[in-house]
């Protein structure tokens, strides 16, 4: 695929930084050099045109270069993470990789052919247009995680339009489509993109620090922790001129306590699926949590509460299950929103609204009050089978302080008795001592998420 546009933006900042990677500055010029070069040595091994090639790794020079060359051979790219190690078997089996490549640091690489036959229709499909791929794999709240392929030539396009060029921080991880928007935008527009060797909450406030970051994208439960860790008062975060978050519903009360810590930064709510892609929106303010989804070629509509969206940047559909979109090309996104003229506010998955007798809990108005107690530094809320009811609430908590789980639920219910219906309070409290969210800083809702292994604050390298 030609990439021209994209490598006269990078020509034109060549001697500019544009990746900070383990604390050292990699000009533009470094990342073409990269890309040139594994352009050479991917057409020696014979990897191109609808090749599906696997890259294992997280941000660096090298492995920017490597996706930039990937896409001119249009190759089908499925990135992974070290994250993913419990389920990367799974994920080369679903998509069909024929070749992996790690990158381990700056001079230790592989280039691994690993013998899968990639007959899928749409895998062939793609590889006659021409375009290169990419396949993300959903977070899998709903069970098993599916492998989207999109066209990644439709979603480069939205990068064709410049955008004013801000220091962002690389949060999101290179295998979630949130990840691969931050890229992106930083290459097209000749921003710098910081990377960071983990993502705890003193390891990005340091990184913000040390190079003036004025893009943190991150998600509700990343802010969360940031907040309750106080590593905001350990650095000068100043240079942030934007906060953005998504992946999943923010709590008003975090969001309220964000627009006090950074009163002169503006605090954007974004929307995307792994099916479609980073939507364009435009919050009501930047302390709301109503925004309006828009853009050229994409449309919305809410049928019974849920919303669906049409969209030119939507995937060509899973590799591993049926297609989710109508004979019209709408995809149910299975968000249950409140709707006021032109904005909309996203409640929470459907599948994650626990039933309780007959009456609707939405996880994320529960955990919005429970976030407000004493000791709570973090919860997440979901149902449990009950004979009787259908479901229970439970809160599921991370506590400051050590507190008998009784104690807690006693307090618990006298918090919430003024401020939710008596259905909505749990019924059963848990008290667990590992993080509550996923290695993508997402809430564990589901049992099976919740038996998954606990997230690392490291990545590795």
Same mark, same amino acid.
């Given at each position: 695929m030609d990439i021209a546009w994209l490598r006269q933006v990078m020509k034109r900042r060549r001697q500019d930084a544009a990746v900070i990677w383990r604390d050292e500055a990699y000009s533009f010029q470094d990342v073409l050099d990269a890309a040139d070069s594994w352009r050479r040595r991917l057409e020696d091994a014979e990897i191109g045109r609808g090749s599906v090639v696997c890259l294992e790794g997280d941000y660096s020079p090298d492995s920017i270069g490597l996706m930039l060359a990937l896409i001119e051979l249009s190759a089908i790219i499925v990135p992974l993470t070290p994250a993913s190690k419990a389920h990367r078997d799974e994920f080369l089996r679903d998509a069909q990789v024929q070749y992996v490549v790690t990158i381990y640091g700056a001079d230790q690489t592989?280039?691994?052919?690993?013998?899968?036959?990639?007959?899928h229709p749409l895998l062939l499909e793609l590889?006659?247009?021409?375009?290169?791929?990419?396949?993300?794999?959903?977070? =899998?709240?709903?069970g098993k995680m599916k492998a989207a392929l999109h066209n990644f030539g439709r979603l480069l396009e939205r990068f064709r339009e410049p955008r004013q060029a801000l220091t962002t921080l690389s949060f999101l991880l290179m295998d979630h489509i949130g990840g691969i928007n931050t890229l992106f935008y930083a290459l097209s527009s000749g921003a710098k993109l910081v990377t960071v060797s983990s993502r705890d909450p003193d390891t990005v406030c340091r990184?913000? $620090?040390?190079?003036?970051?004025?893009?943190?994208?991150?998600?509700?439960?990343?802010l969360n922790l940031l907040i309750v860790s106080e590593a905001y008062e350990r650095y000068d975060l100043s240079s942030l001129k934007?906060?953005?978050?998504?992946?999943?519903?923010?709590?008003?009360?975090? @969001?309220?306590?964000?627009?006090?810590? !950074?009163?002169?930064?503006?605090?954007?709510?974004?929307?995307?699926?792994?099916? @479609?892609?980073?939507?364009?929106?435009?919050? #009501?303010? !930047? =302390?709301?949590?109503?925004?309006?989804?828009?853009?050229? =070629? &994409?449309?919305?509509?809410?049928?019974?509460?849920?919303?669906?969206?049409?969209?030119?940047?939507?995937?060509?559909?899973?590799?591993?299950?049926?297609?989710p979109f109508d004979e019209e090309g709408w995809m149910n996104t299975e968000d249950v929103v409140e709707v006021d003229g032109d904005f909309i506010r996203v409640l929470g998955r459907r599948t994650e609204i626990i039933n309780v007798g =007959? $009456?609707?809990?939405?996880?994320? $108005?529960? $955990?919005?009050?429970?976030?407000?107690?004493?000791?709570?530094?973090?919860?997440?809320?979901?149902?449990?089978?009950?004979? &009787?009811?259908?479901?229970?609430?439970?809160?599921?908590?991370?506590? !400051?302080?050590?507190?008998?789980?009784?104690?807690?639920?006693?307090?618990?219910?006298?918090?919430?008795?003024?401020?939710?219906?008596? !259905?909505?309070?749990?019924?059963?409290?848990?008290?667990?001592?590992?993080? @509550?969210?996923?290695?993508?800083?997402?809430?564990?809702?589901?049992?099976?998420? #919740?038996?998954?292994?606990?997230?690392?604050?490291?990545?590795?390298?």
């Open positions: 592989r280039v691994l052919p690993v013998g899968n036959l990639a007959s590889k006659a247009s021409g375009d290169p791929g990419l396949v993300i794999f959903t977070s =899998g709240s709903t990184a913000i $620090e040390r190079h003036r970051v004025e893009v943190l994208p991150a998600t509700p439960s990343f934007r906060v953005t978050y998504g992946t999943e519903v923010m709590p008003e009360a975090t @969001l309220a306590r964000l627009r006090q810590l !950074f009163p002169k930064a503006e605090i954007w709510q974004l929307y995307g699926l792994s099916e @479609l892609g980073i939507l364009r929106c435009r919050s #009501r303010d !930047f =302390g709301s949590v109503w925004l309006k989804v828009e853009g050229e =070629g &994409l449309q919305i509509k809410v049928v019974d509460n849920v919303l669906w969206i049409k969209t030119e940047t939507a995937m060509l559909g899973y590799l591993n299950a049926p297609s =007959g $009456e609707k809990v939405y996880p994320a $108005e529960v $955990e919005n009050v429970l976030i407000q107690m004493d000791n709570i530094r973090d919860v997440v809320v979901y149902g449990e089978k009950n004979v &009787l009811m259908g479901n229970v609430v439970v809160a599921r908590v991370n506590v !400051f302080e050590r507190e008998d789980p009784q104690s807690l639920k006693r307090r618990m219910v006298s918090f919430c008795a003024d401020k939710l219906a008596r !259905f909505k309070i749990p019924v059963k409290v848990v008290v667990a001592e590992e993080p @509550l969210f996923s290695h993508r800083y997402k809430k564990r809702r589901t049992q099976s998420e #919740r038996k998954s292994p606990a997230c690392s604050d490291k990545q590795e390298r």
